[in-house]
């Protein structure tokens, strides 16, 4: 195997890796769910396919194999992402099912070096980024310079739902800021529990605890909570 070209191949995913890292760093600040790993991993793992084409015959079917492979591998991420809530779980998981089968694709197309190089690209984003994306989040947790979503949950008696949804549309409607993007009910443990998403520009936890407090003094509401996460 010629130098130069493993050469050419590693500064390529490294410039990939780099630009990635970038974008996710931007990202992971501005605390979207695909932060800083799920974007260098996705940057590295398209980087890992479109430099396995190159170092095929331009009439040798594993490229065409590779095709399937990502394809399937598309569907096969979609499956391990779930939506908790207002929260997005499992995209670092996909994004590093994806880069493995790049490595899968390398090794079998008879490219071993090359996939060790990606190999050791995917482990160092996971051990060296995690401690990076803790530090990133901490600094972020309660910065008023993100987007957030919230959601009101109150649990209150049945029969008293209707009355509750016109006072949260009036309270959320006295607060400027705040957007009412949805309201549900459904049923709660023997009550009914009144569901309302929140988008706000800028956070703003002490207006939610101010409704909250209004909220609670009603007489028929049994408990009120709330949470926080970035607007996606």
């Given at each position: 195997?010629?130098?130069n070209?493993?050469?050419?191949?590693?500064?390529?995913?490294?410039?990939?890796?780099?630009?990635?890292?970038?974008?996710?760093?931007?990202?992971?600040?501005?605390?979207?769910?695909?932060?800083?790993?799920?974007?260098?991993?996705?940057?590295?793992?398209?980087?890992?396919?479109?430099?396995?084409?190159?170092?095929?015959?331009?009439?040798a079917?594993?490229?065409?194999?590779?095709?399937?492979?990502?394809?399937?591998l598309?569907?096969l991420?979609?499956?391990?992402i779930?939506r908790?809530?207002?929260?997005?779980?499992?995209?670092?998981?996909?994004?590093?099912?994806?880069?493995?089968?790049?490595?899968?694709?390398?090794?079998?197309?008879?490219?071993?070096?090359?996939?060790?190089i990606?190999?050791?690209?995917?482990?160092?984003?996971?051990?060296?980024?995690?401690?990076?994306?803790?530090?990133?989040?901490?600094?972020?947790?309660?910065?008023?310079?993100v987007?957030?979503?919230?959601?009101?949950?109150?649990?209150?008696?049945?029969?008293?739902q209707?009355?509750?949804?016109?006072i949260?549309?009036?309270?959320?409607?006295?607060?400027?800021?705040?957007?009412?993007?949805?309201?549900?009910?459904?049923?709660?443990?023997?009550a009914?529990?009144?569901?309302?998403?929140?988008?706000?520009?800028?956070?703003?936890?002490?207006?939610?605890?101010?409704?909250?407090?209004?909220?609670?003094?009603?007489?028929?509401?049994?408990?009120?909570?709330?949470?926080?996460?970035?607007?996606?």
């Amino acid at each position: 195997m010629p130098q130069n070209e493993l050469s050419t191949f590693a500064l390529n995913i490294g410039a990939a890796l780099l630009m990635g890292l970038a974008i996710g760093l931007e990202r992971q600040w501005r605390q979207h769910p695909a932060g800083l790993r799920t974007n260098t991993l996705v940057a590295l793992g398209a980087a890992l396919f479109v430099s396995l084409s190159l170092l095929m015959d331009e009439k040798a079917s594993p490229t065409r194999m590779a095709s399937y492979v990502v394809s399937g591998l598309g569907f096969l991420g979609g499956g391990v992402i779930l939506r908790d809530g207002l929260n997005v779980k499992g995209l670092n998981t996909a994004a590093t099912l994806w880069c493995s089968g790049a490595v899968g694709a390398l090794s079998g197309s008879g490219f071993p070096l090359h996939a060790l190089i990606g190999t050791a690209a995917i482990l160092g984003i996971h051990l060296t980024l995690r401690p990076v994306v803790m530090w990133i989040d901490n600094r972020t947790k309660m910065s008023a310079e993100v987007e957030t979503c919230y959601r009101l949950r109150v649990e209150c008696e049945r029969g008293h739902q209707a009355h509750l949804r016109h006072i949260l549309v009036k309270r959320l409607g006295g607060h400027k800021d705040l957007r009412l993007h949805g309201l549900s009910t459904k049923e709660a443990d023997g009550a009914i529990a009144v569901l309302a998403d929140i988008f706000v520009s800028t956070r703003n936890d002490k207006a939610m605890e101010e409704i909250v407090a209004v909220v609670s003094l009603e007489a028929h509401v049994k408990a009120v909570s709330w949470q926080a996460t970035v607007a996606t």
